[in-house]
């Protein structure tokens, strides 16, 4: 697997973000959710062979600071809209999971220059959604048992540092209840991909969200959690790199 080197991009003056860049061809924006920018690290592997991807870690992780004024999505947003300008890409696809699929959704919304040409959101929160909960960890997981020799490193979930920051972020709620009637302003093609077993948001849930667009997908991947890019990786592919040919292409 591809482990990209870090960078910091002033985006505005006095602020630098911290990213991950490689690969050539179609730009692709990639926004992690909780547990970090490791946790897309199959996915950023997958897609450098063939586009360029730009994959940032949120101020407040990865020992990263956040600023005082970066105290919800819309100002998350903003800065990644900033980046996009900075780096004057056009024709962008970003894919969003879990809560970087929220900052993904208003991103899309706040793109006055129209830059954005695409969006992809995995087990994505983000929109009130009636009858739906969003079942918010309440930290990070307790030890468990340590991997056997040669044997895949145990699944992480957030640290406290990035509960901190995705609790500045989000809010208590961890939801917008203005965002689900937005989405009808959005015309590019838009992807969701679901995890069939995620329990953090369901499948329902996911359902609603794609309904909201109008050019919206929705597509389950079966014997997966909230996390389908690590615990189905060729599945979120077999779907992904259709959608991403037919639309570039057109």
């Known amino acids: 697997m591809t482990l990209l080197s870090p960078r910091t991009v002033q985006v ?41 991807v730009v994959a940032p870690t949120h101020p407040g992780w990865d020992g990263t600071d956040r600023p005082a004024d970066l105290d919800g999505v819309p100002a998350l947003a903003a800065v990644y809209v900033d980046l996009l300008a900075h780096l004057r890409l056009t024709d962008v696809t970003v894919i969003g999971t879990s809560f970087g699929g929220w900052v993904a959704t208003q991103t899309v919304l706040d793109d006055h220059e129209s830059r954005i040409s695409r969006l992809v959101l995995i087990d994505a929160v983000g929109p009130v959604v009636p009858r739906q909960q969003i079942t918010v960890p309440a930290g990070p997981p307790a030890p468990g048992p340590a991997s056997p020799a040669g044997g895949p490193a145990p699944r992480r979930g957030p640290s406290a540092q990035s509960m901190a920051a995705l609790r500045a972020y989000a809010g208590p709620d961890m939801a917008d209840p203005g965002l689900l009637p937005r989405l009808a302003t959005v015309t590019r093609p838009v992807l969701v991909l679901w995890g069939g077993n995620d ?52």
Request: a negative charge; charged letters at 20%.
């Open 12 to 52: 505005r003056p006095g602020f630098d973000l911290e990213l991950r860049e490689a690969g050539q061809g179609s730009p692709v924006l990639v926004l992690h959710g909780g547990p970090g920018p490791d946790a897309v690290a199959p996915l950023i592997d997958h897609l450098t062979t063939h586009r360029r």
């Open 199 to 250: 329990t953090v948001v369901t499948p329902d849930f996911g359902r609603a969200y794609a309904s909201a667009f109008p050019h919206g997908r929705f597509e389950l991947i079966p014997d997966a959690g909230h996390q389908p890019i690590r615990e189905q990786p060729e599945a979120v592919f077999s779907l992904l790199d259709p959608f991403l040919t037919a639309t570039e292409a057109r």
